[in-house]
């Protein structure tokens, strides 16, 4: 891959040649107050907060409480290829989650979250020979895959509790390939387009045990359900003659060309005195067992290609720690937040395996105070990714979250003396 240039800014949630591969740049799923722990959740278990990695969890929420969560990002990213820098930096909306109580045991999650970002605008050139010279080539896509999520978490024992997450997963991904024309060479386009309306599924499931009076530890298991996303991509291939301004257009499909793959994750968490929190996740996504189309020049044919995916690994790290939740005291109830990460990519280029990420994470959970409630709480963190793979662009990312929990006792009852 090489590259002259890259769009300077997009409200896709991402600048990133890579968006081009597969179904983009996976998103992480975590809200505001997981963000500076690099995204750990699996295992979380807290009642103040909405955790739509584990539906599991919703089982945990106060039942005095309504709780809304919102949240958005800016980031900058230098590409380097070579001497070639390039900066560029984007912002985005990212989520709204809520949770609340809706019996004994019994917990509700819904919102909005993102699935998937493809971002990106650059060019290369080729020297073909002496007659033709150089010809240009520009790539561009934007798009990405968005979900609406209903779940429930339940308790069914004091330990244990299960939950589920039903999402209606939606977007459209374009992606464009030109290239320029010489004396003897018709330009030729290619435009891609896939339009996704289908569902999304994920099952979790939580086991709480206390040890002792100050420590729990909560393990947590999650599976998400692969299955065809039921969409026909197409590729139109557009050959232009520029000399006689002549186009000619052929449309290609493949039928049933897209699916989710079955994904697996487990996270254990340790809670020490209401202080302490460190959490660590794990997730496979078997990709690797996931065909994707792609177009064919030699037999001009768009359909389902094997060996353009491999599985997905992920592991995160993280930790949070508040001197006091109980102090009337501001400085003593802030929470103070860092975490790690590394992922592998799902997808290939070329025949080699894609870019690897290592990231690490830093933030505060800062109360918020007013005449109606205590509870609700901004969560600011920044995060630094970078990904590389050998012969490829190499990204260093800067990101900085911000979210807003609201914690509101929508459901207290008033006593009039």
Wanted: hydrophobic letters at 35%.
């Amino acid at each position: 891959m090489a590259f002259a240039a890259v769009g300077a800014s997009a409200q896709s949630g991402t600048n990133s040649p890579y968006s081009q591969y597969g179904i983009g740049l996976l998103t992480d799923q975590s809200q505001g107050f997981n963000r500076g722990m690099n995204g750990v959740g699996l295992g979380l278990r807290r009642g103040n907060v909405v955790n739509t990695l584990n539906p599991a969890s919703y089982s945990a929420v106060d039942s005095l409480t309504m709780i809304f969560d919102v949240g958005l990002s800016g980031q900058v990213t230098n590409f380097k290829e070579g001497s070639t820098r390039v900066n560029a930096n984007n912002a985005d909306f990212e989520y709204f989650a809520s949770s609340f109580r809706l019996r004994r045991n019994v917990g509700m999650g819904f919102g909005l979250l993102p699935y998937s970002n493809v971002g990106y605008e650059y060019s290369t050139s080729t020297y073909l020979d002496a007659t033709n010279g150089t010809i240009a080539e520009s790539y561009t896509g934007s798009g990405g895959l968005h979900q609406a999520f209903l779940g429930a978490g339940w308790r069914i024992a004091k330990p244990l509790s299960v939950g589920v997450n039903v999402a209606y997963l939606w977007g459209t991904l374009n992606r464009t390939v030109a290239s320029g024309s010489t004396t003897y060479i018709n330009s030729l386009s290619k435009v891609y387009t896939t339009t996704v309306n289908n569902y999304n599924l994920e099952f979790g499931l939580q086991w709480n045990q206390p040890v002792g009076k100050k420590d729990d530890f909560t393990l947590g298991a999650t599976v998400g359900v692969g299955h065809k996303l039921g969409t026909d991509p197409t590729c139109e291939v557009i050959n232009i003659n520029s000399t006689v301004s002549e186009s000619d257009t052929t449309r290609l499909v493949a039928y049933d060309g897209l699916a989710l793959p079955m994904t697996y994750g487990v996270g254990l968490a340790w809670n020490h005195n209401q202080k302490w929190l460190v959490a660590a996740d794990f997730t496979m996504q078997k990709w690797g067992s996931v065909d994707l189309p792609a177009y064919d020049s030699e037999s001009n044919t768009y359909a389902q290609r094997k060996g353009l995916t491999m599985d997905r690994y992920k592991a995160n790290l993280g930790a949070d720690y508040v001197p006091s939740a109980v102090s009337r005291r501001l400085v003593d109830r802030i929470h103070y937040r860092f975490g790690a990460g590394y992922a592998t990519p799902y997808y290939k280029i070329n025949g080699q395996d894609g870019p690897k990420e290592l990231s690490v994470s830093a933030g505060l959970g800062i109360p918020l105070q007013n005449a109606w409630s205590n509870r609700s709480v901004l969560n600011v963190s920044a995060q630094w990714a970078h990904t590389s793979a050998k012969d490829l662009i190499v990204e260093n990312t800067f990101r900085i979250n911000i979210g807003l929990t609201f914690n509101e006792r929508w459901f207290a009852k008033w006593r009039v003396d």
